[in-house]
Structure formats: C-alpha cells, structure tokens
C-alpha cells in the first residue's frame, strides 16, 4: 500500500515510525536505569545495616573483652603465652606418641625379618 503513495507520505512514515522507535527504546532505557538505581539503592541499604550490626557487635565484644578477666592475668603475663605453652606440650606428646608407634613398628618389622 505505501508504494503507491507519493514520496513525500513514505518519508513521512518512515519519520513517524522512527520517532515510535526512538520512544519505545528511550522509555525502555529509562525504565532500565530507574530499575538499576532501585537495585543500587537496595545494596547500599543493606550494606549499611550490615555494617551497622557489625559496628554494635564490635562495641559489645570491646565492652566485654574490656570487663572481663582476660584483659590481664594477675602475674602480669597475657593468655597468647599460656596457649603457646598448651600448644607445645601437645605437640610434644603428639612427637613422642608417634615415636613410640614407629618404635613399635620397627620392632614388628624386624621379628618378622626371617634370615
């Protein structure tokens, strides 16, 4: 049917159809980027509440870390010197232990040796 029309009406159908166009992508843009802006806004409200808890659980440890009795022993020695001394003694059981096994092992092997 547009062929038959003079060249001046398909040019302006070809203006009108492109206006339609260039309206449905904008507003199709504009909708993106307001979608967008909302998921931003989201992330950075719960980003925010999550630091806010982060901060008050902060607070509180600091408040009872400061109250408690683990701040400073009596003697004057801090608590990192009593774990290092737990975690020596039973990495020297650990040693001894696994000496005693491969003696063990070692005594086995040799009372099967059959010259």
Request: proline share 3%.
């Amino acid at each position: 049917m547009t062929n038959i029309l003079p060249p001046k009406e398909k040019e302006y159908l070809r203006l009108e159809q492109a206006k339609k166009i260039v309206i449905i992508l904008g507003f199709a843009a504009i909708v993106s980027l307001i979608c967008l802006l909302l998921i931003l806004l989201s992330i950075k409200y719960y980003i925010l509440s999550a630091a806010g808890s982060q901060k008050f659980i902060l607070q509180e440890s600091e408040k009872m870390y400061q109250a408690s009795d683990f701040a400073e022993s009596p003697k004057g020695g801090n608590n990192r010197t009593a774990i290092y001394l737990i975690l020596g003694i039973a990495l020297l059981i650990a040693a001894i232990y696994f000496l005693l096994k491969r003696k063990d092992f070692s005594k086995k092997a040799k009372a099967t040796k059959k010259f």
